[in-house]
């Protein structure tokens, strides 16, 4: 949720008229809202931990996530 939540958080605020003002405009143009490549994986490895409670990330899960901490840097 919190992910679907930062995602719309610029449009939200686009509305509120934080575009208008120089600092906030500044905030919502230079900080990564939108994380969209880690609702993916993160929505399927919350599926798979409901369904197998025995269920822990691996090594190997982990290059899921390598295309978002590209985004990121």
Do not use: C, R
Not at 3 to 11: F, G, K
Request: no cysteine; hydrophobic share 50%; glycine share 2%.
């Amino acid at each position: 949720m919190f992910l679907y939540t930062i995602y719309i958080t610029p449009y939200i605020l686009g509305y509120a008229n934080w575009y208008s003002q120089t600092l906030t405009a500044e905030i919502l143009f230079f900080i990564p809202f939108i994380q969209i490549l880690l609702i993916d994986q993160v929505a399927y490895f919350y599926a798979k931990s409901q369904l197998n409670i025995s269920f822990k990330l691996s090594q190997k899960e982990y290059i899921h996530f390598i295309p978002a901490i590209l985004y990121l840097i």
